[in-house]
């Protein structure tokens, strides 16, 4: 499994988000590396399939379902993921536990 935190370096969350990504992944016994790669240029937000910051890909796919068909790409905003009816700045626990199940 592959999993790449793409972020800003403006981006105000995304050391938490990071924190709790490696807190899910020790949770639930995911053993893998996290490659953290910083989105300065919009070449590389279309390079990487970048929706804005922070964004989590795992095996390529980015982990939020709703965005998988999105392609507005950009190295110039935030972003934030609604999950439960509820909106935040980052993905919470169980959007990035439900997406480790379905990548295996």
């Given at each position: 499994?592959?999993?790449?935190?793409?972020?800003?370096?403006?981006?105000?969350?995304?050391?938490?988000?990071?924190?709790?990504?490696?807190?899910?992944?020790?949770?639930?016994?995911?053993?893998?590396?996290?490659?953290?790669?910083?989105?300065?240029?919009?070449?590389?937000?279309?390079?990487?399939?970048?929706?804005?910051?922070?964004?989590?890909?795992?095996d390529?796919?980015?982990?939020?379902?709703?965005?998988?068909?999105?392609?507005?790409?950009?190295?110039?905003?935030?972003?934030?993921?609604?999950?439960?009816?509820?909106?935040?700045?980052?993905?919470?626990?169980?959007?990035i536990?439900?997406?480790?199940?379905?990548?295996?």
């Open positions: 499994m592959n999993i790449q935190f793409l972020h800003t370096t403006d981006c105000h969350v995304w050391k938490d988000s990071l924190a709790v990504l490696k807190e899910v992944l020790k949770e639930v016994g995911v053993d893998e590396k996290v490659e953290e790669i910083i989105v300065a240029t919009q070449e590389e937000a279309e390079r990487y399939k970048f929706l804005g910051s922070p964004t989590i890909l795992i390529g796919i980015d982990l939020d379902p709703k965005a998988r068909n999105v392609t507005n790409y950009t190295v110039a905003s935030c972003r934030s993921y609604l999950y439960d009816n509820k909106f935040y700045e980052y993905p919470p626990k169980k959007m536990i439900e997406s480790l199940k379905e990548r295996g």
